[in-house]
């Protein structure tokens, strides 16, 4: 694996839903090791995660997203990640207004991007979203309710009532359970006069402030359960913000949200 000295990196955020992005030639530059130390808050840059840039496999993809999570796990697809790293190829190409096809673990995903300077609203084809049926999970003494969501990664959504203690003890639980062989991000949905408010604990990361596919998710299994309707905009809640999701029969799914370019730098060391 080749390391690097020195490397330089840019920092992004959507609704509080922070990334260190690096642009690479090969996926093994970045090491799990490295992006561990870059997100702790304390002692590194601070993130939910990595967002490595790399050549994409093929036309007409612009690049080839590959995600990182805190812990050095990988990701198969990230919402807000995904808007990041739109945002991010729209400023180096110096696009105000257009789209920009992503490849991700998920499959290549087009984003259409409105930039006003650092920031942009972006809505992004988040592909086709399966909810593949319900399952019960024992979790502190307690059967939950959850159903399975194919964001293009893996999801478990509860409509349980939690208060923030709650949610902090159940959510790793839940997470790692047995029966997500891959582990699952799990949202805690609450339906309020026909929006969603979500709070979702991330496989690989804990808590964050928002999770782009999270809310894809918690859209698909309310809209299976006849809770919102299919094919028409939905507004999400999440602690850090909104996110407009339109969910259509079939399963395929847009997101409407933000991206803001925060700060660049770089960093010491390299991939171990």
């Given amino acids: 694996m080749r390391p690097f000295a020195t490397a330089s990196f840019e920092k992004y955020e959507g609704l509080g839903n922070d990334f260190i992005l690096v642009t690479a030639e090969r996926a093994d530059e970045v090491s799990p090791a490295w992006a561990r130390a870059a997100c702790d808050r304390r002692r590194g840059v601070g993130a939910d995660g990595v967002l490595v840039l790399l050549p994409p496999v093929a036309a007409p993809a612009s690049a080839r997203m590959r995600v ?57 084809d988040m592909g086709i979203v399966t909810v593949l049926g319900d399952v019960t999970v024992e979790a502190d003494g307690e059967a939950i309710s959850l159903s399975r969501v ?89 602690p850090g913000g909104e996110l407009e999701i339109r969910y259509a029969r079939g399963g395929r799914t847009t997101m409407r949200g933000p991206a803001r370019r925060v700060f660049a730098g770089s960093l010491s060391g390299g991939a171990a």
């Fill in 68 to 124: 990182i999570n805190a812990d050095g796990s990988i990701a198969e697809m990230c919402g807000n990640g995904l808007r990041c790293a739109a945002l991010h190829l729209a400023l180096r190409r110096g696009v105000s207004h257009g789209e920009i096809d992503i490849e991700t673990d998920a499959g290549v995903r087009r984003c259409g991007v409105e930039r006003n300077g650092d920031e942009a609203v972006i809505v992004a």
């Fill in 150 to 238: 194919d964001a293009g990664n893996p999801h478990a959504v509860t409509l349980r009532p939690v208060t923030s203690a709650q949610f902090e003890r159940l959510g790793p639980l839940l997470s790692t359970a047995p029966v997500f062989e891959r582990g699952a991000n799990i949202e805690f949905v609450r339906l309020d006069e026909g929006v969603l408010d979500v709070r979702v604990w991330e496989r690989g990361s804990g808590a964050t402030l928002a999770c782009g596919t999270g809310a894809c998710a918690a859209v698909a299994a309310a809209s299976a359960k006849g809770l919102v309707p299919a094919a028409e905009p939905i507004r999400v809640r999440l």
